[in-house]
């Protein structure tokens, strides 16, 4: 016979949304379930890897706002350290187990420093960056960069905002409505088909669907409000769509490399007034200037993407923006 257990679930502390405490759990109601130890398949290192501990920011589960409330970094041998949003750390151990309810086995993950239990969240292996805490899902354990090991250096480059062009789809027949630059430490600059420059952080999160499946979501922040948030699919991983009904997306450009400069047209690692007239002398002289230029130093792919500021390709008014954003009239 396989090795029997008994598996003893505090229903109130899994109703909590709090990091619980042994007190706590001790003054629950008890329910035993009979398990087999053989059918957990989660191991400790399948965890090891640094979480967020997000508590809902509003009156709504936290998938639809989350705020962070500290980290935890789990390690291979299965200890863990827990730091909360005052700095507070707190060490202990991660164990993994099975639930039974209603004759359904669910994979628990306890941390629990000396007789205390700080957490207990369920891991769903559909969505194993995420353990919710508690029935209510008003707090869970989030891995960090771990939406299929996506983080920011991964959408580095430069980007076109696009709309439908006409009666079409954006699929169908599109045109570009600005440009986003991403750099591998996350932050971004976008620059509409008008020359407003909006800059910001890009934030990656996740939407769980009933079937337990997700989609990683990525969202460009201004910091007070989202400037873009839409579906990231690992298949297509230069497009992004956003809106229900992708209407828009956003584009990368295929012949960018990740180091690109922002308005640095001459691509001599920087940008400043020389790339202004560099544009210049690229549009009034293609013959020598231009991308097949005869001068020694003409135009290239890289630096018609860093000077077009807009999104509507390489214009006299891209380089009208790198001056104005140069003297800080932007």
């Known amino acids: 016979m396989k090795k029997m257990i008994n598996y003893i679930a505090a229903i109130g502390m899994m109703l909590s949304i709090m990091p619980c405490s042994g007190v706590y759990a001790a003054e629950t109601t008890a329910v035993v379930s009979t398990v087999s130890l053989e059918e957990n398949t ?30 935890v970094v789990v390690k291979e041998d299965g200890t863990y350290t ?16 099975l639930e039974e309810i209603g004759g359904t086995k669910h994979t628990t993950v306890l941390f629990s420093s000396g007789s205390e ?34 983080d920011a250096k991964d959408l580095a480059g430069v980007w ?33 088909v008008n020359g407003k420059i909006t800059k910001g952080t890009v934030k990656i999160d996740f939407e769980e669907y009933a079937e337990g499946t997700t989609l990683p979501v990525i969202s460009f922040s201004d910091g007070t409000s989202s400037v873009f948030s839409g579906y990231y699919h690992k298949d297509e991983p230069d497009m992004i769509y956003y809106s229900n009904s992708g209407i828009y997306r956003i584009v990368r450009e295929k012949n960018n490399n990740e180091n690109g400069v922002e308005a640095d047209a001459n691509v001599d690692g920087h940008a400043d007034m020389s790339d202004v007239v560099f544009i210049m002398q690229a549009l009034t002289n293609p013959d020598k200037y231009g991308i097949n230029g005869t001068a020694e130093r003409h135009l290239t792919e890289q630096g018609k993407i860093n000077g077009d500021m807009n999104g509507d390709g390489l ?16």
Request: hydrophobic share 30%.
């Open 42 to 71: 989660v191991d400790v290192k399948d965890i090891a890897g640094e979480w967020k501990y997000q508590v809902s920011d509003g009156n709504h589960i936290v998938q639809e706002g989350a705020k962070d409330n500290g980290t």
């Open 82 to 97: 827990y730091t909360d949003a005052e700095g507070k750390t707190t060490n202990g151990t991660v164990k993994t187990d």
């Open 117 to 150: 239990i700080e957490f207990m969240g369920y891991y769903n292996q559909n969505n194993t960056d995420a353990l919710y805490i508690g029935n209510g899902s008003m707090a869970r354990l989030i891995r960090v960069n771990g939406i299929y090991g996506l």
């Open 160 to 192: 076109n905002y696009q709309i439908p062009d006409g009666d079409h789809s954006v699929q169908e027949l599109s045109k570009n409505n600005g440009k986003i630059v991403v750099k591998e430490d996350g932050s971004f600059t976008y620059t509409d």
């Open 315 to 330: 214009t006299i008014g891209d380089a009208l923006n790198i001056q104005e954003m140069l003297l800080g009239l932007k």
